[in-house]
């Protein structure tokens, strides 16, 4: 059974970055679509980004343009790369397959606030 760790949030000002890493146990899961998701506090948790085993990304209209999914399937680790950061950012990040999510991490807390 794959076993999914999340790191790389924190507090960041509006504006600000963070880089979230999703690291990957148990078995390759380079053959898997692969996505991130977030959950805002009292919300439903939402698709924020896919990436295709070949690598190929699709984006909520919400993060498009600010946010990069990327794979590193030789360190079996996906990436998000969150720019321009927004306060209805603030969340916790999860990382899981597409279209159907296995069993759920610890995901990382990400707060944008000023």
């Known amino acids: 059974q794959v076993q999914l760790v999340e790191s790389g949030g924190g507090a960041v000002q509006p504006g600000g970055s963070l880089r979230l890493s999703c690291a990957a146990s148990?078995?390759?899961?380079?053959?898997?679509?692969m996505a991130w998701y977030r959950q805002a506090p009292g919300k439903q948790r939402e698709l924020v980004a896919t990436?295709?085993?070949?690598?190929?990304?699709n984006y909520a209209d919400s993060v498009k343009g600010r946010f990069t999914i990327s794979r590193d399937n030789a360190k079996n680790t996906v990436y998000l790369q969150m720019n321009s950061l927004k306060a209805e950012d603030t969340a916790v990040y999860f990382c899981?397959?597409?279209?159907?999510?296995?069993?759920w991490g610890q995901g990382t807390q990400v707060s944008v606030s000023s």
């Open positions: 899981n397959f597409a279209p159907t999510a296995s069993s």
């Open positions: 990436i295709s085993r070949a690598g190929r990304p």
């Open positions: 148990g078995r390759s899961i380079s053959p898997d679509v």
